[in-house]
C-alpha cells in the first residue's frame, strides 16, 4: 500500500487506511480515487498530492 502528501498542507492519504467516513474502505488505491476528489484538510486537488518514498 502506498501513501500520498499533499503538497499544500501535509496531509497524507495512506491506501491501508482509505477514508472510510468519505466512502472509502480501508485499502482503497489513490487510482481509485475520483479525479474531482479534494483533500479532506485544505481542499487540494489531487494533482497537488506527491507519492511518498516508502
Do not use: H, N, R
Not at 501513501?3 to 474502505?25: F, M, N, R, S
Amino acid at each position: 500500500m502506498k501513501k500520498y502528501q499533499c503538497v499544500i498542507c501535509g496531509y497524507i492519504y495512506d491506501e491501508a487506511q482509505g477514508l472510510p467516513d468519505e466512502g472509502y474502505p480501508p485499502g482503497t488505491p489513490w487510482e481509485d480515487l475520483p479525479e474531482d476528489w479534494v483533500c479532506p484538510e485544505c481542499g487540494a486537488s489531487k494533482e497537488d498530492f506527491e507519492l511518498m518514498a516508502e
